[in-house]
Nanobody, 123 residues
């Protein structure tokens, strides 16, 4: 069972930045496509950004394009979500998830999940 661990969440003011990290201790992540998802209170979980196994394929939900970037360092067994120009509407629990093949950035497609990290954007 693949165990994913997210880190890097916290409280930030609007316009600020955070970098989330996703790693695994018991398996190499370069066998998997990785996605970042978020869920705000009372809302459905949505795909934020996904990246293929080699990092060449990425996609982003429209609301974060130009503000968020996704990358992976397979040597460090870590996938990052760099979040800039954060807005209050970015407040949510952020999850990373893994699937064997890169495809649609939708939560139903992803098999292994982390526990999530809270991101709060507020002044």
């Amino acid at each position: 069972q693949l165990q994913l661990v997210e880190s890097g969440g916290g409280l930030v003011q609007p316009g600020g930045s955070l970098r989330l990290s996703c790693t695994a201790s018991d398996i190499t992540l370069d066998y998997y496509a990785i996605g970042w998802f978020r869920q705000a209170p009372g809302k459905e979980r949505e795909g934020v950004s996904c990246i293929g196994r080699r990092g060449r394929s990425t996609n982003f939900v429209d609301s974060v394009k130009g503000r968020f970037t996704i990358s992976r360092d397979n040597a460090k067994n870590t996938v990052y979500l760099q979040m800039n120009s954060l807005k209050p509407e970015d407040t949510a629990v952020y999850y990373c998830a893994a699937r064997e093949y890169y495809g649609l950035c939708e939560s139903i497609e992803y098999v292994f999940w982390g526990q999530g990290t809270q991101v709060t954007v507020s002044s």
